[in-house]
């Protein structure tokens, strides 16, 4: 190392750890009580040389080629580090592919635990969209009146009713709710087909009694919701809407004109329910709308999945003032299905799965008319023809999937990635210092061994935490249920 490059790196050092070192290596050599003249020489002499000895350990590990800052110092978590390839697609401009090498951090993990298959804590379709189950609250409908209740160790707290009113409430259904921190949202939307309604959406918030704060209802176009999210004052509602415009020819036959398709980011108000303001962004992409998912509002927008029509998933960061920031793809095996953002980075949790046995997203997810939420009816039903477990399938997941957790800069663009085989990425939570990380360890694969079949893939979570830096610093076997359903890809 040049002399030049030494000074400089002290240069670099802060005064505090000058002075330190000064007084540490001060002390090998002086009682209390000696000379001030020689402390004053002998003392930048030994300063200069423990401050050499830290500058050379400094700059050997800033230039060493294994030095992958991933996992914090000293975090009891197993890891190896290496470099990987991502391939990046553009997916709105020239479609042209772009290789990119970014770090990765491949996690020991552990043995997957004892999981709950009967009350799964999160269940996940085809890792695309992550629902976490509160078996509390449930919906119902009889007697020309709707139902939500709410429920604790079985027994029944309180019931909200409402009576439809048939000039505006028919073709409304119940599709989501949020348990908020003053009560819970119900979401009724309008089903699928529909085209001029006289009002989109209605909500209604409910203190934790069952009574009504306030319901509202909303004339501005929205179409399904993808995404609901709140802060202290404000509710977030990302939706899609894909209208079809039509036109008749010669007084007989009816022929699409036009489709229109937007993207509406509306804000309400979380102690009256008034719309504040929305924006509607128009897009012209290939699209399957019942597969649109929100996979979270981050610092710089929100991360909008999507499958199109040849079923590929894609990723668009929306942000509210400018739009449609980017619209990327990082092939089909890659499947992400929630994001969360930490110091201007986005993350981005899934699975990466081999190309002859990925899960592609359940296009029928909702299921209207139903006792429950729809996922849970699903799993349910669903559950009762595919009982039986397929332990040299499970293997086979085991072997070929991997969950990840991809961070990316502001605008998508991937810089790192964590890994841990033999599982899929679940749930990122937010928390007052970082980040929370599901990994669901694969333990047990239900029904559908052929391509036909609908696969029940359940996991047992590891959970990571990310500090403030980014880095790993711990992990716990807290053992939430995942179940993951879908249907195998490519299709056939």
């Keep these: 190392m040049k002399t030049k490059d030494i000074m400089t790196a002290l240069g670099d050092v802060d005064n505090r750890y000058k002075r330190e070192s000064a007084e540490e290596n001060a002390k090998v050599y002086f009682k209390k009580g000696s000379g001030a003249r020689i402390l004053k020489y002998v003392l930048s002499g030994a300063a200069l040389l423990g401050l050499a000895a830290f500058a050379i350990f400094a700059i050997s590990t800033k230039y060493s080629s294994d030095n992958i800052a991933m996992v914090e110092p000293g975090a009891k978590v197993g890891f190896s580090t290496s470099k990987t390839t991502i391939t990046e697609t553009a997916v709105n401009g020239s479609g042209a592919d772009r290789e990119i090498e970014i770090d990765r951090c491949t996690l020991k993990g552990g043995d997957p635990q004892t999981v709950s298959m009967n009350d799964p804590d999160y269940i996940m379709t085809g890792g695309t969209y992550i629902y976490k189950i509160d078996y509390d609250y449930a919906f119902g409908t009889g007697d020309e009146e709707g139902y939500f209740t709410k429920s604790k160790d079985g027994a029944v707290l309180w019931t909200y009713k409402w009576k439809d009113d048939p000039d505006t409430d028919s073709d409304l259904r119940i599709n989501d709710y949020r348990v908020l921190d003053c009560g819970v949202l119900i979401v009724r939307e309008l089903g699928f087909g529909h085209l001029d309604p006289a009002y989109k959406l209605k909500l209604a918030l409910l203190d934790d009694n069952g009574n009504e704060v306030w319901v509202q209802k909303y004339t501005h176009n929205m179409g399904a919701v993808a995404g609901i ?31 229109l398709q937007s993207f509406v980011i509306s804000e309400f108000s979380k102690a009256t329910g008034d719309l504040i303001r929305n924006r509607q962004t128009p897009v012209q992409i290939d699209i399957s709308s019942s597969t649109v998912r929100c996979l979270g509002k981050v610092d710089t927008g929100y991360v909008i999945m999507y499958y199109d029509l040849d079923y590929r998933s894609n990723l668009m960061l929306l942000s509210y003032d400018r739009g449609v920031e980017r619209m990327i793809s990082f092939g089909v095996n890659y499947e992400f299905g929630t994001a969360q953002s930490l110091n201007g980075k986005i993350y981005l949790s899934g699975k990466l799965m081999s190309p002859g046995q990925n899960m592609g997203a359940d296009a029928y997810f909702y299921v209207p008319g139903h006792n429950g939420p729809a996922a849970l009816w699903r799993y349910r039903i669903d559950l009762k023809y595919a009982n039986k477990e397929y332990k040299d399938v499970a293997e ?79 992990c716990e076997d807290t053992a939430k249920s995942y179940v993951m359903i879908g249907i195998y890809y490519p299709y056939e």
């Design 229 to 259: 999210y709140y802060d202290e004052d404000t509710i977030y509602v990302v939706s899609y809407t894909d209208t079809e415009q039509w036109a008749t020819v010669e007084g007989r036959e009816s022929v699409v004109h036009e489709q």
């Design 396 to 474: 086979e997941y085991k072997e070929g999937t991997s969950a990840v957790l991809l961070v990316c800069d502001g605008s998508l663009s991937p810089e790192q990635i964590y890994v841990q085989e033999g599982a899929y990425g679940g749930a990122l939570e937010k928390t007052e210092n970082g980040l929370t990380w599901d990994v669901a360890q694969i333990s047990t694969v239900y029904g559908g061994p052929e391509k036909a079949g609908v696969p029940f893939v359940f996991g047992s979570s590891r959970t990571y935490t990310l500090n403030e830096k980014g880095l790993v610093e711990s």
